[in-house]
């Protein structure tokens, strides 16, 4: 996952690394009424780690679906 800003790299889909810059989701989502979060990815390493816990710190009204493939 990146962010919009293609010079900030990121884990999350809310912030940028060091937690300096935040990208327009969430605002987008609660704008949206918008309360459940579906995330899928290969592993909870890094990019949907980051995404589900950003999105935690943010606010109440996320529910977090996280689907991950193990082998």
């Keep these: 996952m ?3 800003v293609m010079q900030i790299d990121s884990y999350s889909v809310f912030y940028d690394n060091g937690h300096i810059t935040q990208t327009e989701l ?8 918008i309360t459940t979060l579906y995330m899928a990815g290969l592993a909870t390493d890094y ?3 980051y ?3 950003d999105a935690k710190t943010l606010g109440p009204i ?7 493939y193990k082998n």
Excluded: E
């Design 62 to 68: 996320w529910l977090i679906y996280v689907v991950t």
């Design 2 to 4: 990146m962010t919009m």
């Design 47 to 49: 990019c949907v780690y």
């Design 51 to 53: 995404t589900a816990i």
């Design 26 to 33: 969430d605002d987008l989502l609660k704008a949206r009424d």
